[in-house]
């Protein structure tokens, strides 16, 4: 019965309760749109730094990380990759020979890091033969090919089948040099990595260091990024002399990242709800002192205080429970739009967002157990703000609020 008397109480007006209600609503689609829009972007930084640099695991020389000398190589590193692959929950493998040095051409000099690779390898873990703008990918049989940057290809004025020279140490300590030629060009949505990784074939590298088989790294990307430390932790057994480290101990950026946009998540949300009670104990006030003289009728035929704050807190919830799924059921086809077309942003922001590592097409994404988060939140909020107004609904004297027009 007094479920009955709520209902019917708040469409007494129903112009103050579609108020209230489309408030509730808008407050819970952009908090879910925020939220989708925000974990997109992490998603992208993250998808951007596994894919391009660390992959899920890495393995090297225990010495190797500490100063990333070219020496400290890994020993029998194709036997290695071999095993590592074959384990479950492996995706792709990639063995690489890494060298920091200087490329430069007739305009210039820049300092890089590059990546001696086997083509088909790291196609399948970075997926930079996807990134291709101009010439060839590594191609088969072409001595010496490189895959530059565009942006640094910009720089250092070079085009296809340009000449550079490449500088760096070799595994003896000496400086030695060696001539490239330009066969491709690749453009990725990171700056960083456009502009300070270039990449060979391995066989190529390793023939200019001086040790055919060489390698410093073997990358791994897993199926499920939740499976890299149960897999590390295999990888230590049957690997006792090596570093295997995850991608979390390898860039701490990433966890801090995923920990910034989750708190800025919860804290956009407590500013929401924030706003919502505000909203509510001002339409509830107004909806009790409109109604003085009905509780006073009420209250003097025998309804205790107890159910005129039950009611009056009723009303708040039905309100809550009517905008809440409302303002869901909208935000959430706005994702799986969103997620399935993205949204670009590339007019706006392209530039910046590379510089950040994240692609200018922003796919939002929200995990289903945050929209029950949001649900009880609203709840939350509808109770929190409807204590006052029942509050001041029970001090009314009965006598007193009849006398009342």
Do not use: C
């Not at 509780?295 to 205080?305: F, R």
């Amino acid at each position: 019965m007094l479920l009955k008397i709520a209902w019917r109480n708040i469409w007494r007006s129903p112009v103050r309760s579609w108020v209230v209600i489309v408030a509730i609503a808008l407050g819970v689609w952009a908090v879910i749109f925020l939220m989708g829009f925000s974990t997109g972007m992490a998603n992208s930084y993250v998808d951007s730094a596994i894919r391009l640099e660390v992959g899920h695991l890495q393995v090297h020389h225990p010495e190797y990380l500490t100063d990333r000398e070219v020496q400290f190589v890994l020993p029998q590193a194709d036997s290695v990759a071999n095993l590592i692959a074959a384990g479950p929950g492996v995706q792709a493998v990639s063995v690489r020979t890494l060298v920091g040095g200087m490329l430069s051409s007739a305009r210039g000099s820049h300092g890089l890091r590059v990546r001696g690779v086997d083509p088909a390898e790291e196609a399948a873990l970075s997926q930079l033969d996807r990134k291709l703008v101009e010439g060839a990918y590594l191609p088969e049989g072409r001595r010496n090919a490189l895959y530059l940057g565009k942006k640094l290809a910009d720089r250092l004025g070079v085009r296809l089948r340009s000449r550079v020279v490449l500088t760096f140490q070799d595994l003896e300590g000496n400086i030695t040099s060696a001539a490239f030629r330009v066969a491709g060009l690749f453009d990725v949505e990171n700056n960083a990595f456009e502009e300070g990784t270039a990449l060979v074939r391995r066989e190529d590298l390793n023939r200019v260091l001086g040790r055919p088989g060489a390698a410093h790294e073997i990358a791994v990307l897993l199926e499920d990024a939740a499976l890299a430390d149960t897999v590390a932790a295999r990888l230590r057994n049957r690997l006792p002399g090596l570093d295997v480290q995850t991608y979390m101990q390898l860039s701490p950026e990433i966890r801090l990242f995923e920990s910034q946009i989750s708190a800025s998540v919860y804290i956009i949300m407590v500013i929401v709800m924030l706003g919502l009670i505000f909203g509510i104990i001002n339409t509830m006030l107004m909806a009790v002192l409109e109604r003085v003289r009905e509780l006073g009728m009420l209250m003097a035929i025998g309804m205790n205080k107890l159910r005129v704050f039950a009611m009056i807190m009723l009303e708040t919830l039905l309100l809550g429970l009517v905008g809440a799924p409302l303002g869901i059921a909208v935000g959430s086809v706005m994702i799986r739009w969103y997620a399935r077309h993205g949204l670009d942003l590339s007019r706006y922001a392209q530039e910046g967002l590379s510089e950040f590592g994240m692609s200018a097409v922003i796919f939002p994404d929200v995990y289903p157990g945050m929209y029950v988060e949001l649900a009880a939140a609203v709840l939350i909020t509808a109770v929190l703000g409807s204590l006052y107004p029942a509050w001041k609904a029970v001090r009314l004297r009965p006598v007193e609020a009849l006398r009342k027009l």
